[in-house]
């Protein structure tokens, strides 16, 4: 990520004006780069990049392609289909993270862009949960209540739990569609 810690979206859309408008909404928020061709985003595409915005159809590179060098790259992006093309079957190949139809409202672009680029960090959260309370279970099964209670490493421990079990509930209320209980993702 770019020093100042904002995520890094590359918009992948050969209409200029539709480039520039997502550009418009997210660049307060993000570092955005545009490219306008799925050729022009091979010139950028990197590790840099957090969050791809990609059109499904383009002249020259479609936005398959550019999915296939993503992979080929192993570039570590979340990508989200923006396209006017009603989903078929064909998506269940795509090695996407969202699937938005065009015309695309503010909204939509915030809250997606926004669940993508927490993704990551929700992962790695709920990873380092699922540590911390196999420690915690073992050590307590192991151990009187008396010798947990006294403990400062068991303490810190649980409080290392409720601080991660915060910050994941902090993400799944901020894009429910993504992480709640309501998600059909």
Known sequence: MPTDDRA??????????????????LADEYE???ATSGDAALDVLDDSIDVILLDRRMPGFSG???????????????????????????????????????????????????????????EDLQRELGSARVKRSVIAVEKDDDRLVDHPEFARLDDRIADLEARIAAIERAHPTYFGEDSSA
């Open 8 to 25: 890094t979206v590359l918009i992948v859309e050969d209409e200029r004006a539709t480039a520039e408008a997502y550009e418009r909404i």
């Open 64 to 122: 398959a392609q550019v999915l296939g060098e993503v992979a080929d790259r192993d570039v570590d992006a979340r990508v989200a289909m923006v396209t006017a093309v009603e989903p078929d079957f064909d998506i269940i190949e795509f090695d996407i993270d969202a699937y938005l139809r065009k015309p695309v409202d503010v909204d939509s672009l915030e809250d997606t862009v926004a669940a993508l680029a927490d993704l990551d960090t929700y």
């Open 32 to 34: 955005v780069h545009v």
